[in-house]
């Protein structure tokens, strides 16, 4: 296990009410309500670890913040059911979630993507905090070396942000009962394929806590 505790930081992809097969789902991850519960499971133990040895957790966050038009569901071409437009209660981060995501380090580390309608933005590393800084520049200069990885939809936001964090130099885990994906086919990966694919791409695989820590 190359993740050095010390440098490690939580990153939690799009876990927002739009994305979740709850009241507010939108385009939602069948079963993703379901692993709130894990995600928080897993935040609470490696925020405890990191306290006991007098060290703080960095919890990162991102999201959607669509505007009413963007491409991702206007036009004939759409790929996507509307989701996630800015100030909506679907781009909302998950009750449970949005407490976890506090300032540390400098700020709060949430990061929205998404907010023009220049670009596609599926990853993490693609997003901005209020202050105009994306995740890449950021942990660096904080020092962080390496991320757990969880969140929605496995084979499309949370398989950008793994390839992207792998290809900026970080070392990467994916805790599988963290991250929930939606149907594959016509050019979409399943859940399974994404999975082989990030971990074709160097990151590494665990399917319990005690297999992050
Ligand atoms: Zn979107």
Redesign the pocket.
């Known amino acids: 296990m190359p993740i050095q505790p010390a440098t490690t930081a939580l990153a939690i992809v799009d876990a927002q009410n739009g994305f979740l097969d709850g009241p507010h789902g939108e ?1 939602p991850a069948p079963g993703g309500l379901a692993a709130i519960p894990r995600i928080v499971g897993l935040a609470e133990h490696l925020i405890r670890r990191e306290r006991d040895a007098g060290r703080g957790l960095v919890v990162a966050a991102c999201g ?1 913040e ?1 505007r009413e038009d ?1 491409p ?1 569901f206007t036009g004939p071409d759409a790929p ?1 059911p509307r ?2 437009v800015a100030g909506t209660v679907g781009a909302e981060l998950e009750e449970r979630i949005a407490p976890l995501v506090t300032e540390d380090a400098g700020g709060r580390w949430f990061f929205g993507k ?1 907010r023009t309608n220049d670009d596609i933005e599926y990853s993490m590393t693609r997003g901005h905090d209020d202050a105009g800084r994306g995740i890449v520049d950021r942990a660096r200069a904080a020092g962080i070396t390496a991320f757990v990885v969880t969140g929605y939809v496995t084979n499309v936001c949370v398989l950008a942000t793994v390839l992207d964090l792998r290809a900026a130099g970080f070392e990467v885990l994916v805790y599988t009962p963290g991250v929930v994906g939606i149907p594959g086919g016509d050019g979409l990966p399943t859940p399974d394929e994404a999975i082989a694919q990030m971990a074709a791409a160097g990151a590494d695989i665990a399917d319990s806590v005690a297999a992050v820590a």
């Open positions: 385009l959607d669509h963007c991702e996507w989701h996630c998404g």
